[in-house]
């Protein structure tokens, strides 16, 4: 099968599993994904629309999660309504805000994003491409 996207998937640790999944439960479900493979009993959960796009999982070694300095997770939105309703459902579960959803033009003239970090300090963002 021929997939236009160069990514597969991307998987991020925890350091709090059953409180990162009920996070990106709500949060996800925002942009319309969910959860698609259930690996709780080995601690991780993928996330997607069709196929499993996004980790969240406990260390495979076992050690502390850690955050990746320069390291962000941008999710696809298909409005500014999508990015507004991730940001305040990201915010009222305890991410901290890291750039509020609005324009982005240095980006290009059609994103709008917001930008925050999750329970564990992982920058994650929302953005759309508007018409």
Same mark, same amino acid.
């Given at each position: 099968m021929e997939n236009p996207s160069i990514m597969s998937h991307i998987s991020i640790g925890t350091n709090n599993f059953?409180?990162?999944?009920?996070?990106?439960?709500? =949060? &996800?479900?925002?942009?319309g994904a969910k959860r698609v493979h259930d690996l709780s009993q080995y601690g991780a959960?993928?996330?997607?629309?069709?196929?499993?796009?996004?980790? =969240?999982?406990?260390? *495979?070694?076992?050690?502390?999660?850690k955050v990746g300095n320069g390291t962000h997770f941008a999710f696809f939105a298909s409005s500014k309504e999508q990015v507004h309703a991730f940001y305040k459902a990201a915010v009222e579960l305890g991410a901290t805000d890291d750039g509020a959803p609005g324009p982005r033009p *240095?980006?290009?003239?059609?994103?709008?994003?917001?930008? &925050?970090?999750?329970l564990d300090g992982h920058k994650?963002?929302?953005?759309?491409? &508007?018409e």
């Open positions: 059953e409180k990162a999944i009920a996070f990106y439960d709500k =949060v &996800l479900a925002t942009i959960i993928a996330y997607g629309k069709q196929f499993p796009e996004f980790w =969240v999982q406990k260390p *495979h070694d076992g050690k502390e999660a *240095h980006y290009g003239e059609q994103y709008y994003g917001c930008f &925050l970090r999750d994650i963002e929302a953005m759309a491409w &508007l």
